[in-house]
């Protein structure tokens, strides 16, 4: 049955990788289906805090569950239980925290909310359910460079994005309505600043791991947020005449 399920997660992870590249062919020709552009999209929709909160909600519920259920034999291992905390750590932030600092969040298309919950339900699995019962590290993986820097490559990744969306929250001043270019942090350099950091988050959690699974999701990453951060560019583009024209749209001075 072990096997049998290992070879399912690493199949699992070979599907997300292809979805992500699905995704990167096709979400250039349909747009985003939420924020700004969400009016674009017909059908009902979920207000925007309880959209994040229950989309989010299975990537924390996973861990803690494989916490719950796996024997502490198996959790004993320090590289495992890190790495499942580092995975546990942003989805408490993004579940319990992000979504009561959204200051009139437009709703959330159903579709979008759907598509959300159902990908956080299947991550949330693999990513979970691998470091729980399957990755094998040595004891002292956890001083080896590819995990190092991975860790330092997740944290900065993790910090870049909470600041961007703090200044993104505080575009507007009480009583200001409309869009705002963004200023300050990694926005003077890029557009997409936010994603930048989420990329680099992932990025980072996919080298501590080092596995196929943890690989998988931050490539999906990157196809659905390079795609997000090129309509974002796009965007800025056409609504303010006064945009920096050096501001790159997803890399500093590269891209």
């Keep these: 049955m072990e096997w049998s399920e290992a070879r399912l997660l690493d199949a699992l992870a070979y599907l997300e990788g292809s979805f992500g590249c699905l995704c990167l062919a096709m979400l250039p020709r349909l747009g985003s289906p939420y924020g700004r552009y969400s009016d674009r999209w017909p059908g009902p929709r979920v207000p925007a805090r309880a959209a994040w909160l229950l989309q989010e909600l299975p990537s924390l519920v996973w861990p803690l569950h494989e916490c719950a259920r796996t024997s502490a034999a198996r959790l004993g291992c320090r590289p495992n239980c890190v790495l499942l905390a580092m995975f546990l750590v942003h989805y408490i932030q ?26 956080c339900n299947y991550n949330g699995y693999l ?9 094998m590290y040595a004891e ?13 490559l997740w944290l ?4 870049i994005n909470i600041h961007s969306d703090h200044i993104l929250r505080n575009l507007r001043k009480p009583g200001e309505t409309g869009y705002k270019i963004p ?11 936010n994603y930048f ?4 988050e992932w990025g980072g959690f996919a080298l501590a791991s080092w596995s196929l699974q943890s690989g998988a999701f931050a490539f999906f990453t ?3 947020l390079v795609t997000r951060a090129k309509q974002h560019h796009q965007w800025y583009h056409e609504k303010f005449e006064d945009y920096p024209k050096l501001r790159k749209i997803l890399i500093p001075f590269l891209y």
Excluded at 112 to 118: D, G, K, P, T
Excluded at 183 to 193: M, P, T, V
Excluded at 197 to 200: D, F, P, Q, S, V
Aim: proline residues 6%.
């Design 197 to 200: 950091g989420e990329i680099t």
């Design 156 to 159: 900065m990744g993790m910090v």
């Design 127 to 135: 990513q979970s359910r691998y470091l729980s019962n399957f990755a």
């Design 222 to 224: 990157f196809c659905i």
């Design 183 to 193: 200023r300050g942090g990694l926005f003077e350099y890029i557009s997409a600043a």
């Design 140 to 152: 002292d993986w956890v001083t080896h460079p590819c995990f190092l820097t991975g860790f330092v």
């Design 94 to 119: 993004r579940t319990l925290v992000f979504p009561f600092l959204i200051r009139g969040g437009k709703p959330t298309p159903l579709l979008s909310f759907v598509l959300a919950f159902a990908f």
